[in-house]
């Protein structure tokens, strides 16, 4: 699905800003139709943000259902004639859409965006009613699956086996945008080069093509100037003395595809994309043939007050301390992430595995979140329902994001029960399902501690092994020797196994900023440098270890429970983004690593 964008055939308005805001405590909101008048609230809501931190109201943070918002948008006058759209690039987890009394789309899944045609029920120049409508629940028919409980005195529960908070609502912008009957719907790219000359292989599906109406394509370096050409809505086309997209250095070209009829410009679509190709070989990860080592975190879109909201100064600082500190990639964890995101790693060169939002799918976690540890596969948790929207959840992901060329890997999950009797004739099909979408990227998925070398069913059904390991701190607590065994074992363990390049993609330790200890205590900032410093000590002599990515690049709030004091303290920077002690020894390592 492409970004909608300005161009001279496309105009783009942004729906940003307050919003009325109505929580639907008694579940009436769709029956009472209340997208059909003025919402009957006096609260208002900033859009983009997660509603859950914005009220000092526990009723309003805790509430699992509808969540009401609703502004009035005008139309520019000049649209007359012209097809317009309404596009969410998410809504989390689940939202309908109404333009004054119709309802224009409705879309499960809270981060990948959707869009409508409206042009039936607005006018050029008027305005009218926007009403979304938000659902956060999460059930065993959404990724991630969750559940919900009653309590003792009727309140709604909403329980899940992940550790992040479920933060939700209207998290990215919201796009009112025009573009011609004939258009540019869809573009894949593909891009390969032998010696110094790239080759692009493209596909454009044109809607409405009309009998006369051409498609043709040009390439344009970064500076603009055009350096190839070509005819048709599919075709390949060649750079001479082609600048590859590198780690580090992210040089883009444009793909400009027009749409052009009885000589005049009917539409035309800028893409950007970059000229690298992506292998495993052995236990290699080649980035244009050289081998590639990923130093860096897995993440969160998590803010103080806003939530998971999309923020591009957020943005910016976030990417300034990865580049600071040396990391040269990071993992979507646990979610795919705003679009601008994946556009800013494009553009600095930084290298990304991006994963879908399937996480929680163990029922091992149960013990952890408060239960009785529960099997994962079958009618009362991960079932079929579970494997629709994790199919719609690959496939809108790959969709969105297939074009960007710092994305490498797809990670299709996060720590899914991969031992259990069902695992693999679930898992099966999905990695298949990611591979038919897009043959040119490998794919993976996130291996949980308790499923070693051992016990693990599906790995060999992936392309890259990917290992969330926590030695020396959920276990071996505080014994980093006895850890550093272990963790030596298994690295050598899923070498001899698979064969394959290992990505460590979680390692970490809690920690306190502030408090310092000289013996092995853990959430000092000490043990936090120690227990990282001896996780490196070993992937420094495991040959198919190929990146390292720490647990997690910044403190994040989760939901309550008495394991987390304040949110997860994993973070080499705290929440508001200062850093630990760690921060400035994995700044030495990385930069000596990537020079
Ligand atoms: C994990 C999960 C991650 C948690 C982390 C932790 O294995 O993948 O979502 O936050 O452990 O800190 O427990």
Do not use: C
């Amino acid at each position: 699905m492409l970004k909608p964008q300005n161009s001279p055939t496309r105009e783009l308005v942004n729906v940003d800003g307050l919003f009325a805001f109505k929580v639907d405590y008694d579940r009436t909101g769709a029956q009472e139709r209340w997208f059909a008048a003025e919402l009957d609230t006096a609260l208002e809501i900033g859009v983009p943000s997660s509603f859950n931190d914005l009220f000092a109201d526990q009723g309003i943070r805790d509430h699992v259902g509808y969540l009401w918002y609703q502004r009035e948008v005008r139309v520019p006058r000049g649209w007359a004639g012209e097809r317009i759209f309404i596009r969410l690039d998410s809504a989390t987890h689940y939202g309908d859409v109404y333009v004054n009394e119709a309802l224009v789309a409705s879309h499960q899944g809270g981060y990948t965006p959707f869009e409508a045609e409206i042009a039936g029920h607005v006018a050029a120049g008027k305005t009218f009613r926007l009403t979304i409508a938000v659902n956060n629940e999460l059930t065993q028919a959404t990724i991630p699956p969750g559940s919900i409980e009653a309590t003792s005195d009727g309140r709604r529960q909403q329980k899940y086996m992940h550790d992040f908070y479920n933060y939700a609502g209207l998290h990215r912008s919201v796009w009112l945008y025009s573009a011609p009957a004939t258009r540019v719907e869809d573009i894949t790219v593909v891009t390969g080069f032998e010696g110094g000359t790239g080759r692009v292989d493209y596909t454009a599906a044109v809607a409405n093509l009309s009998a006369t109406a051409a498609v043709s394509v040009q390439v344009l370096d970064a500076a603009g100037a055009l350096v190839a050409t070509g005819d048709g809505a599919e075709g390949a086309v060649a750079i001479n003395d082609v600048v590859l997209w590198q780690p580090g250095a992210g040089y883009l070209y444009t793909l400009a595809v027009q749409v052009h009829d009885g000589g005049a410009l009917v539409d035309e679509y800028r893409l950007p994309f970059g000229v690298r190709t992506i292998e495993v070989s052995g236990k290699q990860f080649l980035i244009n043939g050289e081998p590639f080592y990923f130093t860096g975190f897995g993440m969160h879109e998590d803010h103080v007050t806003v939530g998971k909201a999309h923020s591009n100064a957020q943005m910016v600082n976030d990417f300034s301390l990865l580049e600071w500190i040396g990391a040269n990639s990071f993992r979507t964890s646990h979610y795919p992430y705003a679009e601008e995101v994946m556009e800013f790693a494009d553009r600095h060169g930084i290298v990304v595995i991006d994963e879908t939002p399937a996480v929680g799918l163990n029922g091992s976690f149960a013990g952890v979140f408060g239960g009785a540890p529960v099997s994962t596969y079958g009618e009362h948790f991960v079932n079929g329902d579970t494997a629709a929207s994790h199919r719609a959840a690959i496939t809108e992901l790959i969709a969105r994001d297939k074009n960007h060329p710092s994305v490498v890997i797809w990670s299709i999950a996060n720590e899914p029960n991969s031992s259990e009797a069902g695992a693999r004739d679930y898992f099966a099909p999905l990695a298949q399902l990611a591979r038919d979408l897009d043959p040119t990227r490998p794919v993976g998925y996130v291996n949980v501690m308790f499923d070693d070398f051992e016990k693990d069913t599906i790995t060999d059904l992936f392309d890259v092994i990917m290992l969330n390991r926590y030695y020396g701190w959920y276990l071996q607590n505080g014994d980093l020797a006895s850890a550093e065994a272990v963790l030596e074992r298994e690295l050598l363990g899923w070498e001899a196994k698979l064969g394959k390049p290992m990505i460590m993609a979680e390692y970490g330790a809690d920690t306190l900023p502030g408090f310092h200890s000289l013996y092995d205590q853990p959430w000092s900032e000490e043990y936090q440098s120690k227990f990282l410093a001896m996780y490196h000590r070993v992937f420094d002599r495991v040959e198919a270890l190929v990146g390292e990515h720490v647990w997690n690049f910044a403190d994040f709030a989760t939901s309550n429970g008495i394991m987390r004091v304040d949110g997860n303290k994993k973070g080499v920077f705290t929440r508001d983004r200062r850093p630990k002690a760690a921060a400035h020894e994995l700044r030495a390592r990385w930069t000596a690593l990537n020079n």
